[in-house]
């Protein structure tokens, strides 16, 4: 039994339902071929009906919920190497508004699927788990949380393209930008379903959650400044993938979160990479271990061995597990304020640091906290209601600070790493 619980004084959420999870996943299987240059009128067949069938599916989720979701369908043409004439990329949102209709948490999946042929738009391409697992999950994390009301806005993104070039990925990262969204959170959610793996051995115990450490999004000044400061384990992408194995611990009956120290797989990508292009903090969520004869394969038996990638071969109980982790967590980062946006140290040639930090606009008070230089999680922590605090006996030179902001319920944002303070010489 997964039981969603963040603190005493949090109300549970129900759980996941795996059958449901299980329902949608069949459903989005049954258009045959998702693939992205596949067609956009028949009714029951393709891309198109399968992007109609997801916004039925916001569409109805809000309308139980008196109306708090509403659908948004984002469009661009994209031309590349495995879309040679161009094609329309379009991305089904389910906007939840939040008392703050500019700071926004996005869970995002891609609902386009393919086979061995990346350019073969016809033939069946079921992508059960890669990724209307994904897909599932996100609506199902909509059914859940339209239940309640929260300070930021909460984006359900199903993304097509993905596999042509993370094009949807791009064209919501692109579309944040350009509405000015404060982005706390992006979590991707891609080949989140099975658990049994290549040559047999089923790992069922953990799912990946990868993120970057030094960011895509800074310039290489910034970039030496981070490793003068020592912070390339302290992100804002990592830090949410830390803040998530915290959130996991609290999910009784749940998973572990391996905290995969990577942007992505070892040479591979998803759609949170455009998102940390422009410099949103954002993280991967995949199965603790891949089985690559159920990605991207026709679907086949050759010499006793199967391939391809049907809903036979997911586990929906592991998959509600997931959907649990990504629940809980974007509950609490949708409840938090915003972290803040900066936050200085001062303290060389003293045993105690000053920290200074600027202020949010929504929170109740702060909570620094600090760790020695030879660990990677937090270990000490402070609750202020100033801006600035110094630790007496936490010299910098061998510690980690960060401050993280905090709403009056004590929804924790995430923690933004201190550097030196540039501003004085």
Known sequence: ???????????????????????????????????????????????????????????????????????ERVARRFTGPRAPEGVNVENVLGIQRGRDPNR????????????????????????????ASGVALVLEAARILSKHRFDATIVYAVFSGEEQGLWGGELLADTAKQRGWTVSAMLNNDIVGNTVAQGGKRVAGHVRVFSEGIRASEA???????RGDGGEDDGP????????????????????????????????????EPFLRVGIPAVRFSVAAEN???????????????????????????????????????????????APATVALRGDLSRDTTVTWAPVASAAKYRIRWRRTDVTGWTGSRDVTGT???????????????VSALAADGSESLVTFGGRDRTRR
């Open 388 to 402: 600035t605090a110094v630790l007496t006996e936490v010299p910098v030179d061998d510690h980690f600070i960060g």
């Open 104 to 131: 926004v948490v996005i869970v995002g999946a891609h609902i386009d699927s393919r086979i061995t042929d990346v350019m073969n738009a016809t033939d069946d391409a079921p992508g059960a788990n890669d990724n």
């Open 1 to 71: 039994m997964i039981t969603l619980l963040l603190a005493a004084a949090t109300p549970a959420l129900p759980a996941p339902d795996p059958q449901r999870l299980r329902s949608d996943v069949e459903a989005m299987v049954a258009f045959g071929t998702r693939h992205t240059l596949s067609t956009t009128t028949d009714p029951r067949r393709g891309i198109g009906a399968a992007r109609d069938w997801t916004a039925r599916q916001f569409t109805d989720i809000g309308r139980v919920c008196g109306g708090c979701i509403t659908v």
């Open 292 to 338: 690559w004869d159920a990605q991207h394969q026709d679907v086949r038996t050759e010499n006793g061995r199967v391939y391809g990638d049907t809903a036979d071969r997911m586990d929906f109980g592991y998959l509600a597990k997931v959907t649990a982790i990504n629940v809980a967590a974007i509950r609490r980062f949708a409840g938090a304020p915003a």
């Open 237 to 272: 992408s990592r830090a949410l993938a830390k803040a998530i194995d915290g959130i996991a611990a609290g999910v009784r009956g749940g998973l572990d979160v391996f905290v995969d120290r990577r942007p992505d797989r070892f040479g591979r990508g998803g759609d949170h």
């Open 220 to 226: 290489l000044p910034e970039q030496i400044a981070r």
